[in-house]
């Protein structure tokens, strides 16, 4: 329980920080809107993929860094092709926010795999 929380806390650190340089390269409004909602979504989505690895670590971790890595993957397709235009958020900003939160928390989730 100590790693998921402890990556919890680590996921927001870099998502916050990733935030915070993808509105300063993306400065309108609508932008730093679609960055803000991209980074609530890859919480969530981390959370999940997270509890899944860890669910299955002890009997077969691969396959569950596969389940989490097709999760993220339909998350962020999805994401791209029906929530983006349905709200009208700036494509550009939201796909490649998410992309990269999505990219930099799955960098640092190996760390907290250990029991």
Known sequence: MKQTGLFAVVSVLLVGLAAALMVLLYG?????????ISAVLA???????????R??????????????????????????????PRFGLPSSPATISLAVFLFVTTLVEPLFLKS
């Open 28 to 36: 309108t409004p609508e932008a730093r809107r679609a960055v803000m």
């Open 55 to 84: 669910g299955m670590a002890r009997t077969n971790v691969i396959a569950g860094w596969g389940l989490g890595a097709m999760l993220r993957l339909a998350v962020l397709v999805g994401y791209a092709l029906v929530i983006v």
């Open 43 to 53: 919480l969530l989505v981390q959370a999940a993929a997270f509890a899944i690895v």
